[in-house]
């Protein structure tokens, strides 16, 4: 997921800035989660080289963050907790973008997104709560679209990495592949069978019609064809998509999961219908916890 940060001005004034700074402190209304230290804010020149260059800030990061690609590293600082990060880069690493190349190595290195859903906001994070955001000059109304003048490249990416609460444990377990035999008993239901899904899964509401209901040896299958609301529903649930990777789990913070697997679309007048099956699993004896 790709955020964005409006850009924050500076004071020429001595007296000003002093005052913002004030006001700043005593305006820190969120407190940091427990565990969490304040730490004291390091400014751009503690990364400078001899030769007038900035480094890698690796110091300032968790220690398994991935170092990014970048032609040049033209900021670094920490602020307010915050470690932030302004890299001058090529516009692609391979056939992918570079912040979503990035972002894709995160989620290859154990961060995990976690959305809320009443905010609508989704995170990248990791086990210990270090919340990763991206943007880049290719975003709209960014900051960035100034600083990217400077780029020898044409293109400027930013990383903000800070410390919060941490996600469920359950979001960092090793979950069993779709095809696992789960020893379950075969058969079909021609009714909602609570009974054998978690307890948290909802069932379809109008407008959501459910095509099968089978439960196989290595999940219970249900079929169902929508406009794509059902999905949303089971994700507002507590179902979580980790990643960008469509074949990964979909977990809840007890460790029950479910795989998605899509039909052919189809349009029906102006209705664009979906067709998927969701695999689900109760927590069992094959997840690994660690």
């Known amino acids: 997921m790709i955020f964005k940060h409006g850009l924050v001005k500076k004071c020429m004034a001595l007296g000003i800035s002093l005052c913002l700074l004030c006001l700043v402190a005593c305006d820190e209304t969120e407190p940091l989660p427990e565990g969490v230290s304040s730490l004291p804010d390091i400014g751009v020149l503690s990364f400078a080289e001899s030769d007038g ?43 992918y973008p570079t912040d979503m190349a990035f972002l894709m190595q995160l989620t290859e290195g154990g961060y995990v997104y976690d959305t809320d859903w009443e905010t ?110 059902y999905l949303q529903t089971v994700q507002e649930a507590g179902f979580q998509r980790l990643g960008p990777d469509g074949t990964k789990a979909y977990v809840s913070e007890n460790g029950d999961y479910l795989y998605l697997s899509f039909g052919q679309p189809s349009a029906e007048g102006d209705t664009y219908t979906n067709l998927y099956t969701f695999q689900i699993c109760r927590m069992n004896a094959h997840v690994v916890r660690e």
């Open 120 to 229: 609508d906001t989704t995170r990248i994070v990791n086990r210990d709560g270090f919340v990763v955001t991206i943007s880049s000059s290719e975003d709209e109304d960014t900051h960035l679209t100034a600083i990217n003048e400077k780029s020898p490249t044409g293109f400027t990416y930013e990383l903000r990495v800070r410390q919060e609460s941490a996600p469920p444990k359950a979001y960092f377990w090793t979950y069993p592949s779709a095809d696992t035999d789960l020893g379950l008993e075969e058969t079909a239901f021609a009714e909602w069978p609570s009974d054998a899904l978690p307890d948290a899964f909802p069932r379809p509401e109008e407008g959501t019609e459910i095509l099968s209901i089978q439960q196989k040896s290595t999940g219970l299958f249900l079929t169902v064809k929508d406009n794509g609301t």
């Open 53 to 95: 260059t900035l480094h890698w800030p690796a110091e300032l990061l968790p220690a398994d963050f991935p170092e990014a690609t970048y032609t040049e590293v033209y900021a670094a600082e920490r602020v307010d907790n915050e470690v932030r990060v302004v890299l001058f880069a090529p516009k692609r690493v391979g056939m």
